[in-house]
């Protein structure tokens, strides 16, 4: 069980390229996230997905764009890069809560470290 | 929308020592998950305790122990014996009781501790 896996580990990117950061997760969960944390701060969330082909936004979802086809796997698409995405990026994911009295913990991958110059 | 706030950007400790970390977050809801993260130079997510707002009792894990005030809308963190290990950056996170908007989760700025030997 791998869990949540992010590639790539380190980017470095050019002010108006594109790029996608890729998500899986080997957990069955139905929720997927995407937080950026920038340099000293807590981290914000970006889209979250509730299933395949549901996806919405969250605090701050400009510049960027998801999909989310299978149960497995969550992409984050960079369009035009610019310096304000230097970011770290995490992936999480969590199951449905079966109910009231249950927990659901939420995974998160090791993170992507994206420097847009 | 709730918020966040730990107003401890550092702090530090003797090892074998006790420290608190402080975190205020301010919700409309009744109903609510409360967690601490550590986030060692890994960069990890690592959950470390969490607590149900219906729950009056405080969560304890090992050395780990929150002080939970419901009315004052604070959540801190007490850690006994303090071990080198124990550096990282700490994370207050809200979560919503609700499933509407997935389990997303709201963090606050964090606080950094170091432990000295």
């Known amino acids: 069980n791998a869990g949540v896996t992010q590639t790539p580990k380190f980017r470095i990117l050019k002010i108006g390229q594109s790029m996608t950061l890729q998500c899986t997760q080997d957990m069955n969960h139905n929720y997927m996230y995407w937080y950026r944390q920038d340099p000293g701060m807590g981290l914000k969330l970006i889209y979250y997905?509730?299933?395949?082909?549901?996806?919405d936004k969250g605090e701050v979802p400009n510049g960027y764009n998801v999909s989310r086809s299978t149960t497995e796997d969550f992409p984050l698409r960079l369009e035009l890069a610019a310096p304000s995405q230097t970011s770290v990026y995490f992936c999480a994911s969590s199951s449905l809560r079966r109910a009231l009295s249950s927990y659901n913990e939420q995974f998160f991958g090791p993170g992507t470290r994206l420097t847009v110059l | 929308a709730q918020t966040v706030t730990q107003s401890q950007p550092e702090m530090s400790v003797q090892e074998a020592e006790t420290v608190t970390l402080s975190c205020t977050y301010d919700?409309?809801?009744?109903?609510?998950?409360l967690f601490w993260y550590k986030q060692p130079p890994s960069r990890q997510m690592i959950l470390v305790i969490r607590?149900?707002?219906?729950?009056?009792q405080n969560a304890t894990e090992n050395r780990f122990s929150v002080n939970f005030q419901k009315a004052a809308k604070s959540f801190s963190l007490k850690i006994s014996d303090s071990q080198l290990g124990d550096a990282a950056m700490y994370f207050c996170?809200?979560?919503?009781?609700?499933?509407?908007?997935?389990?997303?989760?709201?963090f606050g700025e964090g606080t950094q501790l170091t432990v000295n030997p």
């Open positions: 997905s509730v299933g395949a082909g549901i996806t």
């Open positions: 996170a809200y979560r919503s009781y609700r499933e509407t908007s997935g389990s997303r989760l709201t």
């Open positions: 919700t409309s809801e009744s109903d609510y998950y």
């Open positions: 607590q149900e707002a219906y729950k009056q």
